[in-house]
């Protein structure tokens, strides 16, 4: 990309798009488009075509979906795809119909099966049924994922798909209902210290493995591959490495500074037991994550204290 190119970055109010509009800015980068959900309704095609026409876009970060907790997922299986299918198709065809020639959609690490061997690799797609509790949000991940691989084949553009790990870091939400493990746990764990409460529930048997990737190296990848990487394959973006959900917790609590105990309810969904990413692709294209686990948390738990006004 060249620092003088028009840039729309959809979804920049979110943790991963205000990540990239960050680094955007501190990397020179001088013509961000961005629009809010009010101002410009992603799911609306006419109204997408028009904001297409009538500017003049070099590159697109599509970043912008509908996302929520495995109990959203769950309840509202219908919204999540619609909606999803919705904004990628039309912002995905838009874009081409308007001479967009360099294009990164944002897909998710829930398009692969759910028995798939770990690490998962890029080839596992197709291999299997998704996670029941997601399926809808995988589905329409995997159509985003397919319309820019034909687009790229068909045509010859450059519409790249990249596949996220958790993500987590600064702009997070924290929030009762629609919060993430690492920000739901940090907010439940604050709150009981706070209270001086002797113990906390947590969803789960704390068994299960995850992989979280800080927020800003995740936009970091993102611009690399836009400056590095013109292919039809898509990419894994992770740290290659896996932690506990237990020792996930407990690492929350020594950084929030909580004595209490956390009981793990086994009542609640948790998932597969292992879901790590294979960033071979990746690190062969030589990029790297730069921010390890305990830092990372460190500084969202900062963002959060921030936010409350501590």
Known sequence: MKLNDSIYVAGHRGLLGSAIVRLLNEKGYKNIITRTSKELDLRNSADVEQFFKSNKIDVVILSAAKVGSIEENKKYPAEFLLDNLQIETNVISSAFKNNVKKLLFVSSSCIY????????????????????????????????????????????VNYITVNPTNLYGVGDIFDPVHSHVIPANMMKIYNAKLEKKESIK???????YREFLYVDDAADAIIFLLNNY??????????GNSIQIKELLNLIKEIVG??????????????????????????????KPKIGLKEGLKRTYDYYLSQIGK
């Open 113 to 156: 099966p759910k028995n798939s061997p770990q690490p998962l690799k890029e080839e596992y797609l197709f291999k299997g049924p998704l996670e029941d509790e997601n399926e809808a949000y995988g589905l329409a991940k995997i159509a985003g994922l397919k319309l820019c691989e034909y687009y790229s084949k068909e045509y010859g």
């Open 258 to 287: 909580y004595p209490g105990e956390i009981i793990f309810d086994t009542n609640k969904a948790e998932g597969v037991l292992k879901r790590e990413l294979d960033i071979t692709r990746l690190k062969d294209l030589g990029w």
């Open 230 to 239: 013109k292919g039809k394959d898509i990419i894994n973006l992770g740290t």
């Open 202 to 208: 947590a969803w789960g048997s704390g068994k299960a």
